[in-house]
């Protein structure tokens, strides 16, 4: 496995799990923050990160065909007048600014060259296999990072953030990269979270480039607000209680109830698990079926799924299976 | 002001620290610390208030020795009882 930079390593934190195809609210957050981070990476190259301002020119550009997210996002700012020659908080700002088509581009510059090092991956959304998203003909994929340098990146994070004593200068950014994507609550739990807030009060008073970064702000509040509600939501409905009132009103958490329609109606339960197989390999997904019988339970991707038998109203009733998180 | 150390260097050094030896093993930051607080790890913490470092090639090693015990299917206190 090659070893990736410090942009990269943040990229496959903030891409892992989002939606491939389309510009959803949290992969916005997560593209601009990637933006940041080839920014920072850029200034720790140069040695500049302390520095009252850094001037990009043309040749900077140019000479960073090796490094494609960090041309990406200086040729940005190099199109605008306060990317050029300004202090660092103006020019990670900057990021605030970027439309749609440019973080698409990014997101590009990124991913690209993840793949190719076999970091990430996509991979189908099982959502993608439910009867309202095939009948519109909507492809769902999402992005995997590799499994190893996930948690080698995570692990050495948490490490030395929990962990009393210095932290280096890529452990802050890192941090702050995260307090900005709204990432925090993926990787610390409730009780740690409350030591990274000491550690962040620690760093603001001892360490003049954390006071630096910490006071930067490149967020969208509505973004984060809506970011954290559906996360909020996906988590409610992933309860046992949740779980149960999702079936009954799938509109409310779809990713969490996935409808597949069966063949014909009066299916016995040896056709109705095939449909859901057949719909299953259709779309590239790892399954195995643990349980035969009414209610199958069915190892998809590496999740438990019960596949149960039920009908939804539309011009006509259409019969099919509804997978359920399996209550663990 | 202090930046981070490459892998490559990581992996030519005599003592890491617990946040490299994550890094270098890609074992959880619980999984470490439970086993230096079990006595399982070995490391050095010269003075009180400083950080705890961990000789690479030792750790590395016994953590490689406890991960194969693991998978025999050994409990932590048998693991402990034959390190």
New interface residues.
């Given amino acids: 496995m090659r070893e990736w930079t410090f942009a990269q390593g943040f990229a496959l934190l903030a891409l892992n799990a989002q939606d491939s195809l389309h510009m959803t609210t949290a992969k916005k957050i997560a593209v601009r923050c990637m933006a940041a981070a080839a920014i920072l990476e850029w200034e720790l190259d140069q040695g500049n990160l302390q520095g009252p301002f850094s001037t990009i020119s043309e040749e900077d550009v140019e000479n960073l065909a090796a490094v494609p997210h960090q041309q990406e996002v200086l040729r940005e700012l190099l199109k605008r007048k306060e990317g050029l020659q300004t202090a660092l908080p103006e020019r990670l700002k900057q990021v605030i600014h970027f439309s749609n088509r440019i973080l698409k581009r990014i997101e590009s510059s990124f991913a690209d060259p993840l793949k190719g090092m076999d970091l990430l991956e996509e991979i189908p959304n099982l959502l993608g296999c439910d009867m309202n998203y095939v009948t519109a003909s909507v492809t769902m994929r999402e992005y995997r990072s590799n499994e190893e340098a996930y948690t080698r990146i995570t692990e050495g994070l948490r490490a030395e953030i929990l962990e009393d004593g210095e932290m280096t200068d890529e452990t802050i950014l890192m941090l702050w990269l995260l307090r900005e994507s709204s990432c925090l609550y993926d990787f610390f739990s409730k009780e740690e979270l409350k030591r990274v807030a000491q550690r962040m009060t620690q760093l603001y008073q001892t360490n003049a480039m954390a006071r630096a970064i910490l006071a930067i702000d490149i967020h969208r509040a509505p973004e984060i607000a809506v970011k954290n509600f559906l996360r909020g939501k996906k988590e409610a409905f992933s309860t046992p209680i949740g779980t149960g009132v999702d079936f009954v009103f799938p509109f409310l958490e779809r990713s969490q109830s996935i409808f597949i329609e069966t063949e014909a109606w009066f299916e016995n339960k040896e056709q109705r698990l095939q449909d859901v197989e057949a719909r299953l390999a259709q779309y590239g997904h790892h399954y195995t079926v643990l349980r035969q019988g009414a209610v199958p339970l069915i190892r998809i991707d590496n999740v438990l799924y019960e596949a149960v038998p039920t009908a939804v109203q539309m011009k006509v009733p259409v019969q099919g299976m509804r997978l359920r998180k399996y209550p663990l | 002001?202090?930046?981070?150390r490459?892998?490559?260097k990581i992996q030519t050094s005599t003592y890491v620290?617990?946040?490299?030896?994550?890094?270098l093993t890609?074992?959880?930051?619980s999984t470490?610390?439970f086993y230096t607080e079990e006595g399982m790890l070995p490391f050095e913490q010269p003075e009180e208030?400083?950080?705890?470092r961990f000789p690479r090639e030792k750790a590395v090693s016994r953590l490689k020795e406890i991960q194969r015990l693991k998978a025999q299917g050994l409990s932590i206190p048998e693991i402990k009882a034959l390190l």
């Fill in positions: 002001m202090s930046r981070q490459s892998m490559e620290s617990i946040g490299e030896l994550a890094r890609g074992c959880r930051y470490l610390k208030n400083l950080t705890r």
